[in-house]
């Protein structure tokens, strides 16, 4: 099978595509057969080593995982002995991160548990680009920032998957609802259909007057203090990416802002596909709209990973396979 090899740490320019074996299931691992995929920070992170302190999670003098990748759609083609929760033949998808990674090839074996039956209704292209960035979207507004009717809600970062799918929720909750972003996404901001957009370039939000009942920040380049100066009295604020340095922050001083302030800050420790089974449920009266920057093929992964983690991509960057 095809598949990105990452043997050392580098610039994504290094990476290449190889014919790997087709893996085999163990009695608890599904096969399958991945029909797209899509690039996230994890894989910017994992090719680079960098920040260094990842390297405690991806391996420290080279990746422990050869290949990248860690979200999936895809077609069940054999499972293990033991397997109870899908079939041959199940369309699936799902973030596999709390099981591992390879999901830049055709196939990958991994735990029952991984992934979910894909619904009916969504192309391949587009469930591959739900799992991570819905349920940041999802756990850091509703779990963790306790979303409710005509809250303000500003969202940081908002031209990626995280800010597409973050809008879409807060409007299930009649919110006005701010994006901040820069360049060719804030035509496609204004397009999916933001009340308000910030150009970050042109002006820094957390200088200006207004205020926000919650803010989902998926960039973090701020400290806490400058967030909480523009929350409102009781306010929240969610970070679910950024700047490792910024993030510690906030951890470290978020309750001595709660203590001074009575504003909420906290870092989300995402769980993945958690919630992903209430997806259609949610989405019954409108369909949820899916921004997807391709798709594009196998051979384009090194440089997609550069164009993600230089910010020039609009939506989720997908990987069709098939």
């Not at 042109?202 to 806490?224: A, E, R, S, V």
């Not at 989300?268 to 989405?283: G, H, M, P, V, Y």
Request: aromatic share 8%; proline share 5%; hydrophobic share 40%.
């Amino acid at each position: 099978m095809r598949a990105i090899l990452l043997e050392k740490y580098g610039p994504p320019s290094q990476l290449k595509v190889h014919e790997v074996p087709k893996p085999t299931p163990t009695e608890n691992e599904v096969l399958v057969k991945i029909h797209a995929t899509a690039i996230n920070d994890y894989d910017w992170s994992m090719v680079r080593g960098r920040p260094y302190l990842y390297r405690l999670l991806f391996g420290l003098g080279k990746p422990k995982n050869s290949i990248p990748g860690m979200e999936l759609s895809g077609a069940v083609e054999d499972v293990g002995n033991k397997v109870t929760l899908h079939r041959k033949g199940d369309a699936v998808y799902g973030d596999i991160s709390e099981f591992g990674f390879g999901t830049l090839a055709e196939y990958i074996c991994i735990h029952e548990k991984a992934i979910l039956n894909k619904p009916g209704k969504l192309s391949f292209e587009e469930a591959a680009s739900i799992p991570h960035a819905y349920g940041l979207a999802y756990q850091g507004l509703v779990e963790k920032g306790q979303i409710t009717k005509g809250q303000k809600v500003l969202i940081n970062g908002a031209g990626g998957g995280v800010g597409s799918f973050g809008l879409q929720i807060a409007k299930l909750y009649d919110a006005e609802v701010t994006g901040v972003d820069t360049g060719d996404k804030l035509n496609q901001m204004k397009a999916l259909g933001f009340d308000h957009i910030i150009d970050y370039k042109q002006q820094d939000f957390t200088k200006l007057d207004d205020q926000y009942d919650l803010i989902l920040d998926t960039k973090t380049t701020h400290g806490p203090f400058a967030y909480a100066r523009v929350l409102k009295p009781e306010g929240r604020y969610i970070t679910v990416g950024g700047t490792l340095a910024s993030i510690i922050l906030v951890a470290l001083l978020g309750s001595m802002v709660k203590r001074f302030t009575n504003k909420h800050m906290e870092v989300l420790a995402l769980k993945a596909n958690k919630d992903l089974d209430q997806l259609e449920l949610l989405f019954t009266d409108q369909p949820l709209e899916c921004v997807i920057d391709g798709p594009y093929p196998l051979e384009e992964v090194p440089r997609l990973i550069q164009y993600f983690g230089e910010g020039k991509h609009t939506g989720k960057v997908i990987i069709k396979m098939v």
